[in-house]
């Protein structure tokens, strides 16, 4: 009995110590409503994680919901990105048991209320850059002037850039790379503030306005 008690302490120890490792659904839709997919083994470090996203662009709004494994600083967290030919809008929210579907939460509201920030504003549909001299006047939250690029590769290739206005949590949500449809998906995103230099990361509402292509 206690040969028995002392195996089943070193396996619950060892599992201490290397991390339990969530199982998590993985899918995209790109109706924003229902996503089903396959479970994956997450990094022990990972939890569930949901990001919503609303996408306008020429007057048309469409919205996509993303599944899958990411870090916890990534959870709650909420921002945008415009210009004058696009608006994407996104949420996130996660949750820890294998397998569980984190909550819907609530998109911010748009403002029309201009924060002094003045940025350049243009779109690119076959360069990873876009230069302009047109500008947009910031409006709300949205403090940082942003370079996007979005790459996609597979059986439907393409490349592109927008600049404009976005939430300083865009400029900060981490790394993002994605395979949906036979399609990989790389979305990177430079920002700045008046005379501080562009400093990188990745932004996955993104892939949104690619997905909106397919």
Avoid: W
Avoid at 85 to 94: H, L, P, Q
Avoid at 196 to 207: D, E, R, S
Wanted: hydrophobic residues 30%.
């Amino acid at each position: 009995m206690m040969r028995s008690l002392l195996q089943v302490l070193c396996v619950l120890s060892a599992l201490v110590a290397t991390g339990y490792s969530l199982s998590c659904k993985v899918c995209v839709d790109t109706f924003g409503s229902l996503c089903i997919g396959k479970s994956k083994i997450c990094s022990p470090d990972n939890v569930c994680m949901s990001s919503y996203t609303e996408n306008t662009a020429a007057g048309n709004m469409e919205t996509v919901l993303i599944r899958s494994c990411d870090s916890k600083s990534k959870c709650g967290m909420s921002g945008s990105i415009s210009n004058h030919a696009v608006k994407s809008k996104m949420n996130t929210s996660c949750c820890t048991t294998d397998n569980c579907t984190p909550p819907r939460t609530t998109l911010s509201a748009d403002s029309n209320i201009k924060n002094g920030v003045t940025c350049p504003n243009c779109n690119s549909a076959n360069s990873d850059n876009c230069y302009t001299s047109d500008t947009i006047e910031c409006t709300g939250d949205e403090k940082k002037c942003v370079l996007q690029t979005t790459t996609m590769t597979g059986s439907n290739s393409s490349i592109g850039a927008l600049r404009g206005c976005a939430t300083e949590s865009i400029c900060n949500t981490g790394t993002l790379s994605i395979s949906h449809l036979g399609i990989n998906t790389e979305v990177i995103i430079k920002c700045s503030n008046g005379n501080i230099g562009l400093h990188q990361g990745f932004f996955f509402p993104a892939v949104a306005l690619l997905l909106m292509k397919l």
